[in-house]
């Protein structure tokens, strides 16, 4: 079934202008392509298997109906990220019950990261359960820019701040994360 | 590792550079397509709906069903169902009324059958896997749907047009695939085996 | 019987014998955050669900089976527990019971093939889903979502703002103490709804049955659908609200004095549209065959 989506369709381009055309197959090998670069970014800024699932599955449903404004302007991946990264704010500033605990944690605390998804034997897995552990606004710039290689300017874009802000969560987040790993790796 | 004179420049830290050469790709536990195509069919429902059919989705669904009859061609006659990856499965599961076929006044677009055959095959899969009462269960919901199909489509030959009638065919497709994907997702205690 | 065949008898019976299935008996705890999430998933038994006042999860679980296997991964904000069945299992019918005490601000996840969940005084963001177990749980003010195959559920509300979702094929799903909004749809099954401070009610079904009553606010927006089900619809007075019902065979039936009419002298359907009170409030309705009454009382 994927491999039928998969095979000879062209380049990505082509895909793209199939899915805005509502070709379900097109958009199903897009969605193959990129699946793992979205969840990736989900799972680093939200640390939670089940949220980044939920996440991903609403990326791509939103993708879909706003291929119409998609003019290629942008790389599609780019442009993936910034609907996962929106999915991601959304849920973050969904309103909270009346008896819910609010999620922000300022100082970090001692969070782990949800190990079983990013552990293979390549991954530094310190390194990982470092990103896990900031604070989410640090959290967010060091995966968008440090992970993702978004530039400083297309990283504040996408989560709606000035880029001095940016600067700034990225100057905390390699403090924080050296003092960890510093701790845990003596040289 | 030592600390790291504050002021280098961000390609030069190694902390960076480190962070740069995690895996940017992470495949997700379970394949999440499933559920993405029900909601994308979900979405294609025409809303509002008020009682005059909308005369631009009118005539969207017919150009639909030039292409759809063709597809109902060879729904109709399973002998001819393109599935290449069709396990046979159960006496119970081969007969099933599955896919649903949908009648000649039926304008179900190419995009929404194209949905299903995404689900049906790993459907049939799942279906063979539970317990033979959920089993017929599944399968006497499919044969109401079926039967809700085919009273539509008898409607719809009286009142083409009637909004009611189009609205409450995407819904009972969309029921369709909503079993579909229940059994192919909420079986997760069994397919997460290790 | 002289002791050579008792042994020769004994030893057949032995061979004969299955082994004696060892129940397990684990228990499980970890140290979470309040708002932590948990999943849990179980095949065959039972899955109960009890909130409280510690920031811990202990989950005391009992595998009639010795052949199944307890995963339990733990980290701060998250916890899985799952049962895992072998692979050459084909219903040899022994339960895993798994009891659990969460943080009352955590939500969860919990999934079964026939297990039967039930979960109380959990304050965070529930979704359940089982084949064919039976569902049951409180609902406070964060959403609940219960998605069941065959099962029956029960979500009984508290007063408390829960936007609640039900999703069955054949299951009986009862709402009921709910405030806010609903959204429910069931292929054969049958939906019962009790929703005060109605402002979203929607409720679809092909040939199950809807039973809704419902207190409207000004701007509640209801929308119901079957193809052969009965909906009955019952509202709070005073009913003020815009009705717009439809049907091609049902009849159409109110206590507010109106009548439906056909909608063409000759065609099929019948239909009803009117204003009750100061109107607000929208409610469609919308059936093939099935029937359809609205009343306040």
């Given at each position: 079934?994927?491999?039928?989506?998969?095979?000879?369709?062209?380049?990505?381009?082509?895909?793209?202008?199939?899915?805005?055309?509502?070709?379900?197959?097109?958009?199903?090998?897009?969605?193959?392509?990129?699946?793992?670069?979205?969840?990736?970014?989900?799972?680093?800024?939200?640390?939670?298997?089940?949220?980044?699932?939920?996440?991903?599955?609403?990326?791509?449903?939103?993708?879909?109906?706003?291929?119409?404004?998609?003019?290629?302007?942008?790389?599609?991946?780019?442009?993936?990220?910034?609907?996962?990264?929106?999915?991601?704010?959304?849920?973050?500033?969904?309103?909270?019950?009346?008896?819910?605990?609010?999620?922000?944690?300022?100082?970090?605390?001692?969070?782990?990261?949800?190990?079983?998804?990013?552990?293979?034997?390549?991954?530094?897995?310190?390194?990982?359960?470092?990103?896990?552990?900031?604070?989410?606004?640090?959290?967010?710039?060091?995966?968008?820019?440090?992970?993702?290689?978004?530039?400083?300017?297309?990283?504040?874009?996408?989560?709606?701040?000035?880029?001095?802000?940016?600067?700034?969560?990225?100057?905390?987040?390699?403090?924080?994360?050296r003092a960890r790993l510093h701790v845990e790796q003596p040289t | 590792m030592t600390t790291i004179p504050f002021g280098r420049g961000p390609q030069k830290d190694p902390l960076l550079a480190k962070a740069s050469n995690l895996p940017q790709e992470i495949a997700p536990p379970r394949d999440l397509w499933p559920q993405i195509v029900a909601r994308l069919v979900a979405q294609s429902r025409a809303t509002p709906r008020r009682f005059t059919w909308p005369m631009a989705l009118a005539a969207g669904f017919l150009v639909a069903a030039v292409s759809a009859l063709l597809t109902f061609g060879l729904m109709r006659d399973p002998g001819t169902v393109p599935t290449p990856n069709l396990i046979a499965g159960s006496a119970a599961t081969q007969a099933a009324p599955m896919p649903v076929s949908y009648g000649p006044n039926s304008a179900l677009g190419a995009v929404q059958l194209k949905a299903r055959d995404e689900l049906l095959a790993q459907f049939r899969q799942r279906l063979d896997e539970l317990a033979p009462e959920t089993r017929e269960a599944v399968v006497k919901n499919l044969a109401i749907i079926q039967r809700a199909a085919d009273e539509i489509d008898a409607a719809l030959a009286q009142d083409p047009a009637s909004g009611l009638l189009n609205g409450l065919l995407l819904s009972t497709y969309q029921e369709e695939l909503q079993i579909y994907s229940k059994v192919v997702t909420s079986g997760g205690a069994l397919t997460r085996r290790t | 019987m002289n002791i050579r065949i008792s042994l020769a008898v004994a030893a057949v019976l032995l061979a004969a014998a299955p082994l004696a299935n060892a129940a397990q008996n684990l228990n499980k705890s970890a140290t979470v955050a309040a708002d932590s999430s948990i999943d849990v998933s179980n095949v065959r038994g039972r899955i109960d669900v009890t909130a409280w006042d510690r920031n811990e999860v202990e989950l005391t679980a009992i595998l009639e089976s010795d052949k199944d296997r307890l995963e339990f991964e733990a980290t701060e904000r998250q916890v899985r527990i799952k049962v895992v069945t072998p692979d050459d299992d084909s219903g040899n019918g022994d339960d895993a019971i798994l009891t659990l005490k969460i943080p009352k601000g955590a939500r969860i996840s919990a999934e079964s093939v026939s297990a039967d969940i039930t979960l109380a005084g959990v304050l965070g963001e529930q979704r359940l889903e089982s084949v064919s177990g039976e569902v049951r749980t409180q609902a406070y003010d964060a959403p609940v979502k219960l998605s069941t195959v065959s099962g029956d559920g029960t979500i009984n509300g508290t007063g408390g703002k829960a936007a609640v979702t039900v999703e069955s094929v054949s299951g009986l799903i009862a709402a009921s103490g709910i405030r806010g909004s609903y959204d429910g749809e069931v292929v054969s099954g049958s939906l019962t709804i009790n929703l005060a401070a109605a402002e979203r009610l929607n409720a679809r079904s092909i040939s199950g049955d809807i039973d809704?009553?419902?207190?409207?606010?000004?701007?509640?927006?209801?929308?119901?659908?079957?193809?052969?089900?009965?909906?009955?619809?019952?509202?709070?007075?005073?009913?003020?609200?815009?009705?717009?019902?439809?049907?091609?065979?049902?009849?159409?039936?109110?206590?507010?004095?109106?009548?439906?009419?056909?909608?063409?002298?000759?065609?099929?359907?019948?239909?009803l549209s009117f204003t009750q009170g100061s109107g607000g409030a929208r409610v469609s309705i919308n059936s093939l065959s099935g029937d359809i009454t609205i009343c306040d009382h």
């Open positions: 079934m994927t491999e039928l989506a998969r095979d000879a369709m062209g380049d990505e381009a082509e895909r793209v202008a199939r899915a805005r055309n509502g070709d379900v197959a097109a958009f199903e090998g897009l969605y193959r392509d990129h699946v793992g670069r979205v969840y990736g970014l989900c799972l680093r800024m939200t640390g939670n298997v089940a949220t980044a699932e939920d996440l991903t599955q609403d990326t791509f449903v939103n993708a879909w109906r706003s291929l119409p404004g998609y003019e290629g302007r942008s790389r599609y991946s780019t442009w993936l990220h910034r609907i996962a990264v929106n999915a991601v704010l959304a849920q973050r500033r969904a309103p909270l019950g009346r008896n819910e605990v609010s999620m922000t944690d300022d100082e970090g605390g001692t969070m782990e990261f949800a190990a079983e998804q990013a552990m293979d034997d390549a991954t530094p897995i310190d390194l990982e359960r470092a990103i896990a552990a900031l604070p989410p606004g640090a959290r967010d710039i060091m995966v968008l820019h440090g992970i993702y290689g978004y530039s400083h300017e297309e990283a504040a874009g996408m989560l709606d701040l000035a880029v001095g802000t940016c600067k700034a969560q990225l100057h905390r987040a390699r403090q924080l994360m | - | 809704a009553h419902a207190e409207l606010m000004p701007n509640a927006r209801v929308e119901m659908e079957t193809v052969s089900g009965e909906i009955k619809l019952t509202m709070k007075p005073p009913v003020n609200a815009e009705f717009d019902m439809e049907s091609f065979s049902g009849d159409i039936d109110n206590c507010f004095g109106q009548k439906a009419r056909d909608k063409s002298r000759y065609g099929p359907g019948s239909e």
